[in-house]
């Protein structure tokens, strides 16, 4: 009661001080820390008595979450588990939240978790932090090590929560940036079920799974840039949790994964009191307790084996005090055995001291399934056909059965079949409806709706022949899919331990293939000459900071400008990085001077994505082979998604260069004007490509010229073709770029606009009529609006004729006549050297 | 002498009357000569004057001002530039402004309209459905993305847009430039239920129908008569929609739909939530606030206009398992909203008798169902 009341006075007396020191701020409405602090005091000083110290009263039976079983006959309850009182009683405690037991008279509890962590001890970003609900966010920007056991600065974005409780105890939660801030105690890694408690709507208690994530397997420690302890939870390490006082022992952490399960024998005389069953590199183990001490030895086998392989008897390990139903003091022999099979009679052969016979006996372990959800296998998946994308798919694991829940991005197709269409077709038993619609947001965040369908026994790592039904045409579509699970990479973090509320994994995308990182660098950290990405819905943007070059191998440092991204699949890997200021960043190996294709998980939208993008990371260092990428014409040309080929040869234009690219996409670079992609009729766009090229689709049957250069170029042109048929040619017409009629452009379904050179960059030193210079940009801003492409002619700033000539190639390309065009070009330029002549 | 007596006494009394005229006859247009003021009786944001010849001014307070010009007239020479003109016949509408479709239907006068900017799913007015699915209406892109070269190839002589086109003003002036006239409606401002449906009266100066328009809006104007001295029940009701990022949605105490519960005899929940100085029609809270307000409400009506309509109590505690602490979840007053409530501007009357007898618990429903 001492400490209370010295925590009261404390506490009041800082009331006072901040009160003195920011008396404007306590006038005020906003819930600033001055009035925070009393708030977040208050629960944490009544919940200070010595009672709260005793052990009956601190410590919450589990059963739920628990093995109902346990063999460790030790009860382990620690009288150390209060609050350190030198913590509390300090003013500052109210900064540095710190546990109270959880009171077992009061709302939710929880039950212990396995902080243990292999990290050293130190402070770490976590790659990511699941969690909270569409109210409530929850992050976590620290994960503190120490002495093996990890802690985390939980922030919550509502200050309306006062406590956290984890792993049995309670933290106060203090304000801190972002909400407020408790640290708790975790398991890295995998689902934690902690509870909020929340002041609003009159007080309430909320339940929540978090799931942090860090690797464990390498050391990834932040440079730690103050040395600055975080409190630690006093009471976290040392609770061990207590199961019902009438019976059940205790368990002390473990290696391998507890198993939730029953067990049952087939013989009244050979009775399990409790059993654990734990799962270690596929094989089960139990240790279980026999009702009595009848029988000391047990053997994997039937008693005639028994009886003559002595060598593989097993003996109790141990015996355990116990009360039974009837509440009668009772020891048990403790076993420690291997299990073949679960859900299966295993045979057991039971050694009767007493009798001195091995008996022959069955024990089943079930393990409860339905209950459990089926453990989510990470993979991805890959499907062909047209029109036929996954969004997210989630494939289960079942006594090495797999069976997938895919959602397809729309509704066009509503029933599947695994198998072919012609199959399909005549087989209806076997044809999957589907069995809900999920609504969701696509990547230009529009509003979508798929549909879901459940694939029982799908195989992995192959292409699956799969019948889609389209239901408006009522057909059948050869589709395939592909679920690839990884079997040989190692997974860096293990998978989640099963929660109530499991949640899907949208896998999208496939692991990018691995590339080769080599280079001729030295070793050592470079700075990209250039760097360009792709991809995304372009809200976010990619950064490349440095390259750092270790033996022989360059990884580029690439940073999201969002926090979201839990990981980068890259090189036939999966990396995991760190969220500081708002981004995320990781060291991916990339090929420099190439296109790399990464994929980026977010968690940003309602379920986590993957998106596809590709990286081109440039050091011009890197070149040393002088291949073809090197040349400074193909590093002008390098456009993201696109192989660049070659460029033409530019005999007298000082405007104009030309590239071209596989698949027949031209760029046309006019200087001081802006670099067009022109892409052929029914070429797919490379996704981003907008960023770095103005985009003129092709046919271009209508085109509308401000420029009569340009104008009478392409009239001269279009009547040097034969077309077959008048639809066929493409009409060009005036337009005033001084007097805009845009009705006129939208009546004639116009495809490019060309505006004079006035509309290039002004030459150094030029001014421009600022009243002119809003007019063009009205015309530009109007011409993107209404959708047609615009190109800037130079021909009439050419020096000479020969240059203006030139752009006839340009139309040529443009209008799809390119072999007419340079016959005119030639022709002309040779009667202008007849002339000087 | 005396002809310049009676010269200057006619000039003096024409001068004294300038003032009190310029109050009553609104706006002076060179060129025209005024004849009357719309009457009105709820609505606020819009004032309408005709001059001879069946010219009207429509102003619509805060925005602009039109002109609509019979048809084989012409617009007065030297109008005010920011008069903008509106050339009869308008019979080839962009309609963007959803909530006007239920009015014109009302008038009759769906051929009017051409273009839209919802599509054939997003209609819950019958007519304009059918005429969608007859081809007689176009989708014609949305507020931000209209499809400007489907309204240049119909021969679009006028968008009428709801505020959405102030996001974008810049499809506005290309919609301007077009040659299309861009008349902004502002229903959704109108504090009274009414003055929504009473812009009846603004369609009808548009599409010449100003008869129908009157007729119709004092039918659903003799629902306010009806309820006038009706005392109130002292029952609360809460008017709601849960977001899909978990927030609530409810309406501005100064919205419409508080004005029709307090009407119908009832006590909306919210006494002063939203800025009462920003024309926000609704606002998001979160959980925790609605709880604290609407725990004990004794009706609770989920606004289906925006989410999907829902069906069972179950549902909405799917939607948030919090709901079962509810006064009105416990007791079973939990009802539901047609989809078709915000497009409804022609039958808000009904509404309110629904609000009533779901009050009194008395009487049929025409659009509010209760979740079993």
């Known amino acids: ?837 | 002498m005396r002809k310049l007596l009676t010269a200057l006494l006619a000039l003096a009394l024409v001068l004294g009357a300038l003032p009190a005229m310029a109050e009553s006859a609104g706006q002076e247009i060179p060129g025209l000569v005024w004849e009357s003021s719309m009457e009105k009786e709820f609505a606020t944001e819009f004032n309408v004057d005709y001059y001879e010849g069946g010219y009207a001014l429509i102003e619509v307070v805060g925005s602009a001002k039109y002109l609509v010009v019979p048809e084989g007239m012409t617009a007065p020479d030297g109008l005010d530039a920011s008069i903008r003109v509106l050339q009869q016949p308008l019979d080839k509408i962009y309609l963007q402004a959803t909530s006007g479709m239920a009015l014109i239907d009302q008038l009759g006068a769906l051929d009017s309209v051409r273009l839209v900017g919802t599509k054939q799913n997003g209609w819950y007015v019958e007519n304009a459905v059918q005429a969608m699915e007859e081809g007689k209406m176009l989708f014609a892109g949305s507020y931000s993305e209209p499809d400007y070269e489907l309204m240049i190839n119909e021969g679009c002589n006028l968008a009428i847009e709801s505020t959405m086109i102030l996001h974008t003003p810049k499809v506005q002036e290309m919609i301007e430039l077009l040659g299309i006239p861009v008349f902004i409606e502002h229903a959704s401002y109108e504090n009274h239920p009414l003055g929504r449906t009473e812009w009846i009266k603004v369609y009808g100066v548009l599409l010449d129908k100003e008869e129908e328009a009157e007729a119709f809006f004092n039918s659903q104007a003799s629902v306010i008569d009806e309820f006038a001295g009706i005392e109130n029940t002292g029952k609360t009701v809460a008017f709601f929609y849960i977001a899909s990022d978990g927030s609530v949605n409810v309406r501005a105490s100064r919205d419409y739909v508080p004005a029709m519960i307090e009407i119908a005899g009832g006590n909306y929940i919210f006494e002063n939530i939203a800025d009462p100085t920003s024309n926000r029609s609704a606002v998001s809270i979160s959980m925790e606030e609605f709880y604290n307000a609407a725990l004990n409400a004794d009706f609770l009506i989920y606004n289906a206009t925006i989410d999907d309509p829902i069906y069972t109590i179950d549902e909405l505690l799917a939607k948030d398992a919090l709901f079962a602490d509810f006064k009105a979840v416990q007791s079973g007053d939990v009802w539901c909203t047609g989809k078709y409530l915000f497009q409804a501007t022609d039958i808000i009357g009904s509404l309110i008798v629904d609000f009533n007898h779901m009050l009194t618990g008395e009487g049929d429903m025409t659009f509010l169902y209760k979740l079993s």
Request: a negative charge; hydrophobic letters at 35%; one cysteine or more.
């Open chain 1, 1 to 837: 009661m001492k400490n209370t009341k010295l925590r009261m006075i404390a506490l009041l007396l800082t009331l006072v001080m901040l009160l003195a020191a920011f008396p404007v701020l306590a006038d005020s409405q906003t819930p600033m820390l001055t009035t925070e602090v009393p708030v977040e005091a208050t629960p944490e000083a009544s919940v200070v008595p010595e009672t709260s110290i005793e052990p009956e009263a601190s410590i919450e039976p589990e059963t739920s979450i628990e093995p109902e079983a346990s063999v460790e006959p030790e009860t382990s309850i620690e009288p150390e588990v209060s609050v350190a009182p030198e913590v509390t009683a300090e003013p500052e405690a109210t900064e540095a939240p710190a546990a109270t037991e959880e009171p077992a008279d009061e709302g939710m509890t929880t039950s212990p978790v396995d902080n243990s962590t292999s990290l050293p001890d130190g402070e770490y970003v976590p790659s990511g932090c699941t969690g909270g609900s569409g109210k409530v966010k929850f992050s976590c920007p620290k994960v503190t090590v120490k002495g093996g056991k990890a802690s985390a600065t939980l922030v919550i974005s509502s200050s309306k929560y006062d406590y956290v409780k984890a792993s049995g105890s309670k933290y106060a939660t203090a304000a801190c940036s972002g909400g407020v801030c408790a640290d708790i105690p975790v398991a890295l890694n995998r689902d934690n079920r902690i509870v909020g408690h929340t002041t609003a709507m009159g007080g309430k208690e909320i339940e929540y799974t978090i799931c942090i994530t860090l690797d464990e397997s390498a050391a990834q420690q932040t440079p730690a840039p103050t040395a600055e302890p975080t409190l630690e939870p006093t009471a976290e390490p040392t609770i061990e949790p207590s199961l019902e006082p009438t019976s059940e022992p205790t368990l002390a952490p473990d290696e391998g994964e507890d198993t939730e399960h029953s067990v049952e024998t087939d013989n009244k005389m050979f009775k399990i009191v409790s059993s654990k069953l734990t799962k270690k590199d596929g094989r089960y183990s139990a240790r279980i307790v026999l009702s009595s001490t009848g029988y000391d030895k047990l053997y994997m086998g039937t008693a005639a084996q028994a009886a003559s392989d002595s060598a593989n008897w097993i003996a109790y390990s141990g015996s355990c005090d116990y009360t039974n139903a009837s509440g009668e003091a009772k020891t048990g022999y403790v076993f420690n055995i291997p299990v073949a099979a679960v859900n299966t009679p295993i045979p057991v052969a039971a050694y009767s001291t007493s009798k001195a016979v091995w008996y022959d006996r069955n024990v089943t372990f079930t393990v409860k399934q339905p209950e459990q959800p089926d453990k989510d296998t990470e993979h991805t998946v890959e499907t062909t056909g047209k029109m036929f994308s996954i969004i997210r798919s989630r494939l289960t694991e079942k006594n090495g059965v797999y069976s997938a829940e895919i959602t397809l991005s729309g509704t066009g197709y509503d029933m599947l079949y695994l198998g072919t269409a012609a199959q399909a077709a005549t087989d209806s038993s076997k044809w999957i409806a589907y069995s809900a619609t999920y609504d969701y947001t696509n990547d230009a965040g529009a509003a979508k709706t798929g549909y879901v369908f459940k694939l029982p026994a799908v195989e992995v790592n192959v292409s699956l022949p799969l019948a889609a039904h389209s239901a408006s045409s009522n057909e059948w579509k050869d589709r395939s899919v592909t679920f690839h699970v990884a079997t040989s990479e190692p997974t860096p973090t293990p998978s989640p331990a099963p929660s109530a509320t499991p949640t899907a994994t949208p896998v999208t995308v496939a692991t990018p293939a691995k590339v080769n990182s080599s280079t001729t660098l030295a070793d050592g950290t470079y700075s990209p000459d250039k760097f360009s990405w792709s991809g995304g819905s372009g809200r976010t943007s990619i950064s490349c900071s440095k390259v750092t070059v270790k033996g022989g191998k360059a990884y580029a440092t690439i940073s999201f400008s969002s926090d979201s991204y839990g990981y980068v699949k890259a090189s036939g890997s999966k990396y995991y990085g760190s969220v500081v200021g708002g981004r995320s960043t990781f060291e991916i190996p990339v090929k420099l001077n190439a296109n790399n294709k990464i994929v980026g998980m977010t968690s940003a939208m309602s379920a986590d994505h993957e998106i596809a993008y590709t990286i081109y990371v440039y050091i011009a260092a890197a070149n040393e082979t002088a291949d073809a990428a090197a040349s400074p014409e193909a590093l002008e040309a390098q456009l993201i998604g696109l192989n660049y080929v070659s460029s033409d040869k530019i005999d007298h234009s000082k405007f104009i260069k030309i590239h071209r690219y596989e698949g027949g996409y031209v760029s046309i670079v006019v200087e001081g004007a802006d670099r067009y992609l022109i892409v052929p009729e029914g070429a797919e766009l490379p996704v981003g490509i907008e960023q770095e090229a103005s985009i003129i689709q092709q046919p271009i049957m209508s085109l509308h010229s401000g420029s009569d250069s340009a104008l009478d170029m392409i009239s001269d042109i279009l009547s040097s073709v034969s077309f077959a048929t008048p639809e066929e040619a493409p009409v060009a017409a005036w337009w005033d770029t001084a007097a805009p009629n845009y009705a006129a452009l939208l009546t004639a379904g116009s495809d490019l606009v060309i505006v004079p050179e006035t509309f290039a960059e002004p030459d150094a030193g030029e001014e421009l009529d600022a009243e002119a210079a809003a007019a063009m940009t009205d015309v530009r801003e109007r011409l993107e609006l209404l959708g047609v492409p615009m190109l800037v002619d130079r021909s009439t700033d050419e020096e000479d004729e020969g240059g203006r000539l030139e752009w006839l190639k340009v139309y040529g390309i443009l209008l799809g006549c390119e072999n007419e065009a340079q016959s005119l070009y030639e022709a002309a330029v040779a009667y202008l050297l007849e002339v000087a002549a």
